[in-house]
């Protein structure tokens, strides 16, 4: 099981941007199956976006979609979540991790956060004025 690492939170104003970034140690995210969780303050931890295998699908919940953008640089061995339009309600630790099955050509989103593993400490991002 591979253990990822987040980076890149902060403090944020609204309607601002930042970008996550997901790496791991000791081994590679080529390709694979890989989520983005965020867990607001008093709230359960929720998948909010995902790609697939060999990037052949990506997903996001309803209150990100058309705000946030996951994307991957292999050579880099890191995925990235682009954060757009931020929100106060966006405020939360946002988490990487791998679907249950890393070459899975789907992935879900929404309260299925059973089915990704491997997620580091988190980074956080507090959207506020």
């Known amino acids: 099981q591979l253990q990822l690492v987040e980076s890149g939170g902060g403090l944020v104003q609204p309607g601002g941007s930042v970008r996550l970034s997901c790496t791991v140690s000791?081994?590679?995210?080529?390709?694979?199956?890989i989520g983005w969780l965020r867990q607001a303050p008093g709230k359960e931890r929720e998948v909010i976006s995902c790609?697939?295998?060999?990037?052949?699908?990506?997903n996001y919940v309803d209150s990100v979609r058309g705000r946030f953008i996951i994307s991957r640089d292999n050579a880099k061995n890191t995925v990235y979540l682009q954060m757009n339009s931020l929100k106060p309600e966006d405020t939360g630790v946002y988490y990487c991790?791998?679907?249950?099955?890393?070459?899975?050509?789907?992935?879900?989103?929404?309260?299925?956060?059973?089915?990704?593993?491997?997620w580091g400490q988190g980074t956080q991002v507090t959207v506020s004025s």
């Open positions: 991790a791998t679907y249950w099955d890393p070459y899975s050509v789907i992935c879900t989103v929404g309260a299925g956060k059973n089915q990704y593993n491997g």
């Open positions: 000791g081994g590679t995210l080529d390709y694979l199956a």
């Open positions: 790609v697939s295998y060999r990037d052949v699908a990506t």
